[in-house]
């Protein structure tokens, strides 16, 4: 079973876009689905993380993005506004059987990923 992200694409700074998370199989009962982004030449990090309990959001995407569930459709959207440059990356997102507290878990708790949806912030 393989998760799919979608939605990425080309928008202006202040733009907005939404990334949606395919997960069929990776029930929010027993899994955590992450968003990550990796932009050239930069490690993978964190952006937001939601479980059947709370969902974070790293410095990343604190205020301008929000991560929601839609458990009829076994998709995970990321929502994001007020775009800037430096958000241009590949996103990707990814389900780990791993808990949180305040803090999303590091990329290398997941074990299933998707193939990551190119967004790109230019004027």
């Known amino acids: 079973v393989q998760l799919q992200a979608s939605g990425g694409g080309s928008v202006q700074p202040g733009g907005s876009l939404r990334l949606s998370c395919a997960a069929p199989?990776?029930?929010?009962?027993?899994?955590?689905i992450g968003w990550f982004r990796q932009a050239p030449g930069k490690e993978r990090e964190a952006v937001a993380c939601?479980?059947?309990?709370?969902?974070l959001y790293t410095d990343s995407g604190k205020g301008r993005f929000t991560i929601a569930s839609d458990s009829a459709k076994n998709t995970v959207t990321l929502q994001m506004t007020r775009l800037k440059p430096d958000d241009t990356a590949i996103y990707y997102c990814?389900?780990?059987?791993?808990?949180?507290?305040?803090?999303?878990?590091?990329?290398?708790?997941?074990?299933?990923w998707g193939q990551g949806t190119q967004v790109t912030v230019s004027s």
């Open positions: 990814a389900a780990g059987r791993v808990g949180f507290g305040s803090t999303c878990p590091g990329p290398r708790m997941y074990e299933h």
């Open positions: 939601i479980s059947s309990l709370r969902t």
């Open positions: 199989g990776f029930s929010q009962d027993y899994y955590a």
